[in-house]
Each structure stands twice: as structure tokens, then as C-alpha cells.
């Protein structure tokens, strides 16, 4: 009698070129081999690539989710680009315009006086380039009433609001209110591009921010976040997010009572280290409160020197990086960074030879969310005009796969798996035809 399977996927090719095929049941990997002698709904891979789905292991859902229905001002570069494509935007139902990706180098950091020169009426909130900033006109301060403000709030010396916020989210979502954006679009995208999971990592993740996140996407979800995060359905409690400010870091006493609070909810601890200053207090910081455990994480490793590689192996941290931002911002990099610093940037090859397990996300919103922008990054280390920032840092293709992926292409693992075609040509990007997740079709071309 034939083995039953729900689903055979057939004349498929593994990594290294060998013919494979897969028995799919109730959503788990039950059977690899040559070739399959079973029963069941059958899908001819055509000889394409099939191997375990991708996750972004560092992201922002709704910010991202936000995004797709705002105004893009990533490509403006002089104060006359912003204003026409602010003017050219569609406000959202609630009857605000939301603008990103706003690069200072434009006009500065614009307050409130100059952004009702751009764009006077509706209510306007644009985002910098960093994430860090919220910058507001008057008739979006007026909207917000100007009482009760808190101190993420700007204010000048008559003690007015200049419409600049910074690490504001939580407090500003809370205050305009409306729907939240939908993550219906988003999951689709990302299943497209083969995307099984991802790890939202908003520091400020809580009770609200899971009701709306989890089941809301096909794909599996982690959710970092504050320690109020429950665990509940849909979804994995992930690490409490730590944000350090290298500007404003508390005082180190504080943060060890805040990873010592961590540790009795049995929750790992992962920090915002963009700079060296923050990942210095973030490792001084773990070693006084009793060292890292298994789980906890550095998120961006920014700057990361040479000398340094070793204390993260022997901490065994995991450091979560994106290779995008050398395709995305390198060029910026290699104007702003001594020439000196570039190899310390966004390091990835060297972490791995040093003992350092290494992940991949793409900090979507402030990076591209398409996981293989960071996949040929990760092969080329190429910036957006063609140059090359730490050569060194490049991986092959097996190892730059890994850093996107949470299962092994083995049995008994779930079938959360894609089908895909990556050209040799680095110019070009991988393309997915067939996206499982727990052995259902999230996507198929």
C-alpha cells in the first residue's frame, strides 16, 4: 500500500543541484528522497530550487503596513523634492498626511514653522529616515491639542511645541487613534517573496499591539516587546526589547535592574546597538547583572571592531543584522564613516568565522523589506552605486540563506517551505513561485 501524503512536491532540486522530492502531512515534513512512491495532491517543481522558507528576523509590521499607504520620500534630496511630493500625496481617511523616509540633508531637521511652508492644511506627520523623529505642522499640533504633552515632545523657549517628537510612536498612535493599518497587503507581499515568518521587534509591543498583530498575516510570528507582551495564540513571545539612546542612555545601575526584572519573567533581553557606545553599555550592562544567556540579542550590531568579535562568541549573543543597509544607505555610509570604521559596518562574515551566530532582518520600515535585497547584499556587499564596503564581510549563498531561515529542509520539520529560482548574475534578485506555510499554499505564481 502507497504511503498517503496531503501533498508530493516532485522533480524538485535541492541547494547543492540534487533531484529531490518532498511528502507534505498535516503541515509536516514527512518523507525527502529522490524520488517518492505515495499518493496525494501533486506539484511539479519543474527543477526549481525548493528549500525552507525565509524570515525576517528584525522588523516593524505596522510601521511597515503604514508605510504602503503613505507618502515616499526616500529619493528627495533637496527641500523643492519634498514639498512637490508632499503636495502631490493623498491624505489617508482620517484625513492626515503621513510621510518616511525624509532624509535631512534636504533642509535640515524641519519644525513645525517650515513645515506649514511645505504643506500648511491637512495635518501633516512625516517620519525621518532613522525612525527616531516624528516631525509635525501646526495643524497636526493643533489636532493633537497641546496640553498634557510628554517629554518626547520638543518644545522652544516660550514652551510651544516645534512639531519634532522623538521615540514618540507609541505615545502619538495613541493620541491621533483611527484603525490601524491593515497587514493584509503586507503578508501577501511577503509571501511572494517567500516569506514564512517574521520577528516583530517594536520595543513597544504590549497587549495592544498583539491583538492587532497576531493571526493578522498568514505568515508564523514572533513578537518582541515590552514586558506587559502576553503570551497568546498566533503568535511566540520573543525577547524584551531594550532601546539605548547613545545620546541619552540611562544610567547602567537601571538597565541591570531592568535585565534582572527581565530575567525573572523568564524572557530574554535584546538591545538597540547602532552605535559602539550602545553596544558597550549593553555588554557592560549584561555583565553586571550576571552575564548573557542563550537568547539574548543584539540587534543591528551596527560597529562592530574586530577586537570585539570574540567577547560576543564566548557571551554567546546573537547578533541580527541587515545586510540591506549596505545595499540601502552605503553610499551615505561611505560619505558620513571614516575610511577606517567601514569594515566595521554591519559586519557579517567575520562575526560568523568568530563563533557568532548571526541573523538577518530587514529593520522594515527604515530598510527594504524584500528579504533578497539583503540576500545579494549579503554576497556582494555592493551599496546602490555599485561599491563595494567590507569585502571581507561577504558570504556564499548557503550561508547567507541561513542567516534568513528559522527550519531545516528535513523531516519532521514543518513544511514551511518555498520554491524558488536564484540567478547566478548577483544584479539579479531571487524570484519565488510557490510559497507553503505548515504545508498550505500562502502563495503561488
Not at 172 to 189: D, F, N, T, Y
Request: aromatic content about 6%; overall charge negative.
Amino acid at each position: 500500500m502507497k504511503t498517503s501524503f496531503d501533498l508530493i512536491i516532485r522533480n524538485a532540486c535541492d541547494t547543492t543541484g540534487n533531484l529531490i522530492s518532498v511528502g507534505i502531512r498535516d503541515g509536516i515534513i514527512a518523507a525527502i528522497g529522490p524520488a517518492l512512491d505515495g499518493v496525494g495532491a501533486e506539484y511539479d517543481a519543474q527543477q526549481q530550487t525548493l528549500g525552507s522558507g525565509l524570515h525576517d528576523h528584525h522588523c516593524h509590521l505596522l510601521a511597515t503596513a503604514a508605510r504602503m499607504e503613505s507618502v515616499d520620500l526616500t529619493d528627495c534630496r533637496t527641500e523643492e523634492a519634498v514639498m512637490a511630493q508632499l503636495r502631490a500625496g493623498t491624505g489617508a481617511p482620517d484625513g492626515w498626511i503621513r510621510a518616511f523616509g525624509y532624509d535631512e540633508r534636504a533642509a535640515g531637521l524641519p519644525d513645525r514653522n517650515l513645515l506649514d511652508k511645505w504643506l500648511p492644511q491637512p495635518p501633516l506627520r512625516i517620519q525621518d529616515r532613522t525612525g527616531a523623529y516624528w516631525l509635525l505642522n501646526s495643524a497636526a499640533i493643533a489636532r493633537l491639542g497641546e496640553q498634557s504633552l510628554p517629554s518626547c515632545v520638543e518644545r522652544d523657549a516660550d514652551g510651544l511645541p516645534t512639531g519634532r517628537i522623538w521615540r514618540g510612536d507609541k505615545w502619538l498612535r495613541e493620541r491621533i487613534g483611527g484603525s490601524p493599518p491593515s497587514l493584509s497587503a503586507l503578508g501577501k507581499k511577503l509571501a511572494r517573496w517567500g516569506v514564512t515568518g517574521v520577528t516583530d521587534a517594536s520595543a513597544s509591543n504590549g497587549t495592544v499591539e498583539a491583538k492587532l498583530l497576531a493571526g493578522a498575516m498568514p505568515q508564523r510570528l514572533v513578537i518582541m516587546g515590552s514586558e506587559e507582551l502576553p503570551a497568546g495564540e498566533f503568535y511566540s513571545v520573543g525577547p524584551v526589547k531594550l532601546i539605548l539612546d547613545e545620546n541619552d542612555l540611562p544610567p547602567i545601575d537601571q538597565t541591570v535592574l531592568r535585565i534582572g526584572a527581565v530575567r525573572k519573567l523568564n524572557r530574554n533581553v535584546a538591545a538597540h546597538c547602532a552605535t559602539l557606545g550602545e553596544l558597550l553599555f549593553y555588554l557592560e550592562a549584561l555583565q553586571q547583572s550576571g552575564g548573557a544567556r542563550s537568547g539574548d540579542r543584539i540587534e543591528h550590531g551596527s560597529i562592530i571592531p574586530e577586537s570585539m568579535i570574540g567577547d560576543i562568541a564566548s557571551a554567546g549573543l546573537i547578533v541580527v543584522t541587515q545586510p540591506n543597509f549596505i545595499h540601502d544607505r552605503g553610499d551615505r555610509y561611505r560619505a558620513q564613516i571614516d575610511e577606517f570604521e567601514l569594515n566595521d559596518l554591519y559586519r557579517l562574515g567575520s562575526l560568523l568565522r568568530g563563533g557568532v551566530r548571526v541573523l538577518g532582518g530587514s529593520d522594515a520600515p527604515y530598510g527594504d523589506i524584500n528579504p533578497w535585497i539583503g540576500l545579494r547584499a549579503a554576497l556582494d556587499r555592493r551599496t546602490r552605486n555599485g561599491t563595494v564596503i567590507g569585502a571581507g564581510e561577504a558570504v556564499d549563498r548557503r550561508a547567507a540563506l541561513a542567516l534568513y531561515q528559522n527550519t531545516r529542509l528535513a523531516v519532521g520539520a514543518p513544511a514551511d517551505l518555498i520554491l524558488y529560482s536564484w540567478p547566478e548574475d548577483t544584479n539579479k534578485l531571487g524570484a519565488v513561485s510557490l510559497t507553503l506555510i505548515g504545508g498550505n499554499i500562502a502563495w503561488q505564481a
